[in-house]
């Protein structure tokens, strides 16, 4: 976790907080609940490419009430970028699909549409690396010299996963929703290339120990409401 994700994820904390707070009263007359189709992006993608200009990535992101406190949600992206490791430079290209379902386990006010929610869902991404350099460490190489060279592709990869999601939606004004959340994930399969491991996915991050990894999504997106029932 950097610094900048822990710096933007309290902030939309505090904003949450804010503008709960600010909420006025609702006439008990309109005790309707909204459902509909929500649709966004993801913030952190653009932020990461101000910070980091060889990090670039789109992610759309929606979901769509079925029930009263449960939602299918659907996520695509892609991504490009290079990452340099201690011994080793490497650029990943590819894109992505998630798709599962929240629980909304917050209990709203009359007139109030925010969201505390936990979710599934599972992941699947095709893409390519390229090995653009290494360098031998102290215990050796971490790859066979004469089996692999610098500049090297590797095309036609893919990953699955699962992953555990935890966040809110605000809705700061009419239909518009701030969302943050954070992921916890677990690659169930990848192709790894001969003599290289899959250190990065798209739309599932940094591959950590024991395929593991975790995500963080800060999100502006807005409702298409198709019907309103009674709560």
């Known amino acids: 976790m950097t610094q900048r994700h822990i710096f933007l994820f309290f902030i939309s904390i505090l904003f ?3 503008v709960n707070s600010q909420v006025k009263e609702q006439d008990t007359i309109k005790n309707k609940e909204k459902y509909g189709l929500r649709i966004g992006v993801d913030l952190s993608r653009p932020i990461n490419s101000f910070f980091e200009t060889e990090n670039k990535g789109l992610e759309i992101v929606t979901d769509f009430r079925v029930l009263r406190n449960y939602y299918a949600a659907v996520e695509l992206g892609f991504l490009d970028k290079t990452t340099n490791e201690d011994y080793l430079n490497f ?10 379902f929240n629980y909304n386990a917050y209990e709203n006010w009359i007139g109030m549409s925010n969201e505390i929610y936990i979710g599934l869902r599972y992941g699947f991404s095709l893409f390519n ?7 031998p460490n102290v215990y050796g190489t971490y790859f066979i010299p004469e089996a692999l060279e610098p500049n090297s592709e ?5 990953a699955h996963w699962v992953e555990f999601v935890f ?10 929703y701030l ?11 990848t192709t790894d290339p001969d003599n290289f491991k899959n250190l990065q996915v798209p739309g599932f991050n940094r ?6 990894g975790v995500g963080f999504n800060y999100t502006l997106s807005y409702l298409i ?5 009674d709560k």
């Open 16 to 18: 949450t907080i804010t």
């Open 91 to 100: 650029t990943t290209k590819g894109s992505y699909i998630k798709a599962g």
């Open 129 to 135: 690396q390229t090995l653009n350099s290494y360098t």
């Open 154 to 158: 590797f095309k036609d990869l893919n």
């Open 167 to 176: 966040g809110m939606k605000v809705e700061t004004f009419n239909n518009l």
């Open 179 to 189: 969302g943050v959340s954070v992921s916890f994930n677990n690659l169930i399969s």
């Open 207 to 212: 591959v950590f120990l024991n395929n593991k």
């Open 225 to 229: 409401p198709i019907i309103k029932k």
